[in-house]
Structures are given as C-alpha cells and as structure tokens.
C-alpha cells in the first residue's frame, strides 16, 4: 500500500526497540518505529531524531502459569506484583535485550525498589524475541512481561494466562521517529518522513485498528495519530 502511494520501497528490520533505536543513532535506518518511550525521549533531546510521533498503543500483561504460584491472579497494580513475584520462590523469565518490553521490565523492578535481577528464585534472561521468551517461560512454569498483540498470537501454543493488566503503567506506546539528517548523511530524508507520514494518516490509521480484530475479537492495536501525546 505504502509502496503503491508514494513509490518508495520498504525494507524491513524487525529488531528489538533497543536494536532499533541504535540503528536510528548510527544512521543505519530511515526512520524507527519503537515501543521504548524513555529511551526515545533521550535520542530525541541528544539530537539524534528531529520528529517523534505517537502511532497507536496496546499493553502489557503479566503471564505466568495457571497454578500461579506467586498469587498474581485478579491484581491490576504492576508494581505490587512485581514485589509479589519477587518474594515468592518462582520462576521469572526476561527478554533480557534492551527491547522496549524488557525496558519496561527493568523500569517496573526499579519502581518495586528492587534491584535486577531482583530475588532469589529463579530470573532467567532469555535474550530473544518475544515469542521465543514465551516458549521459555512456559517450558519454566513461569512468570514473564509481555505484550498482548505477542500473546494473543501464541495463546494457543501455551499454558500462560493472563494475571495481572489494567494497570497504566503497562500501557504500551509506539511512536514513529525521524532521524536527524545532520547525524546520518546517508539517510533517505524524504523516504523516511513519507513513511512516517505514511503511519500517523487517517487511512492507516484506520487499518490499525482493524489489524485481526476479526481473529481475536478485539483490535490488537489502538491507533492514537490524533491524540494528545504525554509519552
């Protein structure tokens, strides 16, 4: 669709935040869609992107077994859980990657006032996609942070269920950013901002949050293009 509006053609690399915004600072892409809020904030202060966009959100959920050892069940506050799952002798499984996700892991321990990793159970770093840390913590009998557009799409493969949501501090935002071109002369400017512009216009906008509704029954993705944006 993009490449039928404005000719431009897409390659896409499907990394981590953490990967995608190092891409951003060395110029090794033309725009960036990240999930890390905190980090994005800090490139865009330092000068390495001039434009940051809000795109759309989903959340986070706290999965873990169904036996849910550590008593998570039915809690909507994160960080009281997070102290939970750190006094209890359970497994927890991180993305470990510097990903938006584990970003918002480490930010939840640290508002717990727990240091990382944070107790003496069992906290293995998978260092892997979201997917793959899935797998693990179910292959664990564990507890791990996820997103649910993630979830969603591998429920039917796992055991994990959904424990702990609700909370604002699981809210989940993406952003589209582009790059400064005094940082990376080798960038495609314009291509970079169709793109962007591409993500924020009214019609993709509208397929967002369409984007499987019909599978799952609800829309994976809000789109936010119009919103007040406090991220």
């Known amino acids: 669709m993009f490449q039928r509006q404005t000719g431009y053609r897409v390659k896409v ?13 060395r110029g090794d892409a033309d725009v960036v869609l990240s999930h890390a809020p905190e980090a994005e904030r800090v490139l ?11 795109v759309m959100h989903n959340d986070f959920l706290v999965v ?18 997070f102290r939970r799952l750190a006094e209890r002798p ?16 480490q930010a939840l321990w640290k508002r717990a006032r727990l240091s990382v990793p944070p107790f003496g159970g069992s906290y293995v770093e998978s260092g892997q996609g979201m997917g793959a840390t899935l797998q693990l913590a179910d292959e664990k009998h564990g507890y791990t942070l996820t997103d649910r557009a993630t979830y969603l799409a591998w429920r039917d493969k796992l055991q994990l269920v959904p ?19 005094r940082n990376a002369p080798r960038i495609n400017v314009a291509g ?40």
């Not at 359970?90 to 996700?101: A, K, N, P």
């Not at 993406?174 to 071109?181: D, I, M, R, T």
């Not at 829309?219 to 936010?224: H, I, Q, R």
């Open 44 to 54: 865009v202060d330092s000068g390495y992107f001039v434009r940051r966009r809000l």
């Open 192 to 231: 970079g901002r169709a793109f962007a512009e591409f993500l924020v216009s009214p019609g993709t906008q509208a397929l967002i949050g369409a984007f499987d509704r019909a599978r799952f029954g609800r829309s994976l993705f809000v789109p936010d293009a119009d919103k007040p944006d406090s991220w």
């Open 13 to 25: 690399i499907a990394v981590g935040s953490g990967q995608a915004l190092a891409m951003g600072r």
């Open 90 to 105: 359970v497994v927890f499984v991180s993305r470990g990657d510097q990903s938006g996700t584990h970003q918002r892991e």
């Open 163 to 181: 424990l702990v949501e609700g909370d604002p501090l699981l809210y989940n935002v993406y952003h589209v950013l582009e790059l400064n071109p």
């Open 64 to 81: 873990g077994p169904p036996a849910d050892p550590a008593g998570l069940r039915g809690m909507s506050d994160a960080v009281a859980a």
